[in-house]
């Protein structure tokens, strides 16, 4: 089984900064790439950001680009979400998520973590 545990959600100040993390475990052979979505209350998941797990290119949302940057460990299977000059319209529920091969897999599968909350108030 493969599982991804996302961490580091918190109740932030506007302008504030915090980092999310998200490790991928379990029966994994290769990763493909590793994105962040997020969800606001009422509204639908959107996207934020990818990374590539073999080059490190790196994708974003025009709404968050030039305050986050995702990165990775790949020794521990980790990817990061670090979050600068946070903004109310910010506060959403942060969800990983990752294209990945299973060992004895042919195919790519997706997974999703459980999912982090970011709330940025004052």
């Known amino acids: 089984q493969v599982q991804l545990v996302e961490s580091g959600g918190d109740l932030v100040q506007p302008g504030g900064s915090l980092r999310l993390s998200c490790t991928a475990s379990?029966?994994?052979?290769?990763?493909?790439?590793m994105d962040w979505y997020r969800q606001a209350p009422g509204k639908g998941r959107d996207f934020v950001a990818t990374?590539?797990?073999?080059?490190?290119?790196?994708t974003y949302a025009d709404s968050v680009k030039g305050r986050f940057a995702v990165s990775r460990d790949t020794a521990k299977r980790t990817v990061f979400l670090q979050m600068v000059n946070l903004k109310p319209e910010d506060t959403a529920v942060y969800y990983c998520?990752?294209?990945?091969?299973?060992?004895?897999?042919?195919?790519?599968?997706?997974?999703w973590g459980q999912g982090t909350q970011v709330t940025v108030s004052s």
């Open positions: 990374l590539t797990w073999s080059r490190g290119d790196t």
């Open positions: 998520h990752a294209g990945i091969l299973p060992s004895g897999s042919l195919k790519y599968s997706d997974y």
């Open positions: 379990g029966n994994i052979y290769r990763i493909n790439a």
